[in-house]
Nanobody, 124 residues
């Protein structure tokens, strides 16, 4: 089990950038696939991006491909999400999550541990 704490959310204008960070506790952080999900008001939580335990493989939802970049630092127990060219439809609460499932891991049920979320609001 890992404990996850997100930071870096905020209010930004369309076209702007934000960098989210997720700090994890636990000595086995490096074993987990890490993912970012988001949930807009009244909608389901959906997959945004994931990164393999080594950081060598990344996966993205089509809606963010080319604009968002996920990365991790296993020495620091962190996983980041760089978000560029933000759009109003990116507005949501963003969650960091840890999974023991390999591969794309784009389903919420594949993740065992979740952070509390951080709000991202993109104004038009």
């Amino acid at each position: 089990q890992v404990q996850l704490v997100e930071s870096g959310g905020g209010l930004v204008q369309a076209g702007g950038s934000l960098r989210l960070s997720c700090a994890a506790s636990g000595r086995t952080f490096w074993r987990y696939t890490m993912g970012w999900f988001r949930q807009a008001p009244g909608k389901e939580r959906v997959f945004v991006a994931a990164i393999s335990w080594s950081g060598g493989t990344t996966y993205y939802a089509d809606s963010v491909k080319g604009r968002f970049t996920i990365s991790r630092d296993n020495a620091k127990n962190t996983v980041d999400l760089q978000m560029n060219s933000l759009k109003p439809e990116d507005t949501a609460v963003y969650y960091c999550a840890a999974s023991q499932v390999g591969g794309r891991s784009d389903r919420t049920y594949e993740y065992d541990d979740w952070g509390q979320g951080t709000q991202v609001t993109v104004s038009s």
